[in-house]
C-alpha cells in the first residue's frame, strides 16, 4: 500500500514542487488550501493534466480544530498519514516600529502554530505504526534575521526548536523530524520582485542565481527514504551559500 503525504501550503511554487516529486516517488499526495475554491480547481485542473490525482483538504493551518477536522477527513478517505511536510506560510513584511500586533499573530500563528497544529494530528499514528517522517519548511531568514520581519524570522527560528525538541521524543519510534531552511527560491513571488530589487539579492548568493524549487523538493524526497532514517532533528540549509553556518 502506498504511503501517503500531506503538504500544507501545496499549491504554492515550492509546495507543488514538493508534491509532484513525492508523487514521483510513488506516495499519495495530498493537500490543504485555505478556501479559495476557483484556485483549487484550477491547481488540481493542472495537475491532472501532468498526470497527477492529488486530492486538496480545506484546512485552516492556524486553527486547530481546522487542522483536526481535515485530518481526519483525510484519514477517512485517504488513510493514515506518513509523511507530513510543514510547508504553509505568509508574510505581513513591516519594521518593528510599524508592526501591528495582528501582523504578529497572523505570522505566527500560520508559520509557527500551523507546525503544532497538524504534527499533533499525526505524530501518534507514525508511533504507532513504527514509522514516519516529518519535514518543517524554515527560512534562511530564520536562521540570520531579516530587516523588516521580526514575525517571520521568529517563528521560522522557532520551527527548528520545535523539530529538534520533537526529533528526541520519537527518535526511537521510527519517526523522523528535520528542518529544511530554503534561501532565495524561484517561485512565482520571488520572479515578480522588480528586477533590480531581484539583481541584488542574486548578486549576495554566492552561486549566483535563485534556487530552484525542484531543489528543495528534491531535498524533502531525501528526507522522506529509508536511507535518511538515521538524520533527525537536522536543519538543512539550502541557500546557495548566502548564509553558511
Keep these: 500500500m502506498k504511503k501517503v ?41 493542472d495537475m491532472s493534466k501532468e498526470g497527477h490525482s492529488f486530492k486538496a483538504y480545506k484546512c485552516d493551518v492556524a486553527d486547530y480544530d481546522s487542522c483536526v477536522a481535515a485530518v481526519a477527513k483525510i484519514k477517512q478517505e485517504v488513510g493514515n498519514v ?22 504578529w499573530d497572523v505570522v505566527i500563528n500560520t508559520n509557527l502554530g500551523s507546525v503544532f497544529n497538524m504534527t499533533k494530528q499525526v505524530v501518534d499514528d507514525m508511533i504507532e505504526k513504527g514509522w514516519g517522517r516529518i519535514i518543517n519548511i524554515s527560512s534562511i531568514n530564520g536562521q540570520k534575521g531579516q530587516f523588516g520581519q521580526a514575525n517571520y524570522s521568529a517563528a521560522k527560528a522557532a520551527i527548528h526548536g520545535f523539530t529538534m525538541a520533537v526529533a528526541q521524543e520519537t527518535a526511537k519510534k521510527g519517526v523522523t523530524v528535520n528542518t529544511i531552511a530554503p534561501g532565495y527560491i524561484a ?54 551559500g548566502q548564509h553558511m553556518m
Design 187 to 240: 517561485t512565482e513571488m520571488v520572479m515578480a520582485v522588480p528586477e533590480d530589487v531581484r539583481n541584488k539579492i542574486i548578486a549576495a548568493i554566492p552561486v549566483g542565481r535563485l534556487g530552484k524549487p525542484e531543489e528543495v523538493a528534491a531535498l524533502v524526497n531525501y528526507l522522506v527514504s529509508d536511507l535518511a532514517g538515521f538524520m533527525t532533528g537536522a536543519e538543512l540549509a539550502i541557500n546557495g
Design 5 to 45: 503525504a500531506l503538504v500544507t501550503g501545496g499549491m504554492g511554487g515550492l509546495g507543488t514542487a514538493m508534491c509532484k516529486s513525492l508523487a514521483k516517488s510513488g506516495l499519495t499526495v495530498v493537500t490543504t488550501y485555505l478556501g479559495d475554491e476557483e484556485k483549487k480547481q484550477k491547481w488540481l485542473s
Design 82 to 103: 506518513d509523511v507530513l511536510v510543514n510547508n504553509a506560510g505568509i508574510t505581513r513584511d513591516g519594521t518593528l516600529k510599524r508592526m501591528t500586533k495582528d501582523s
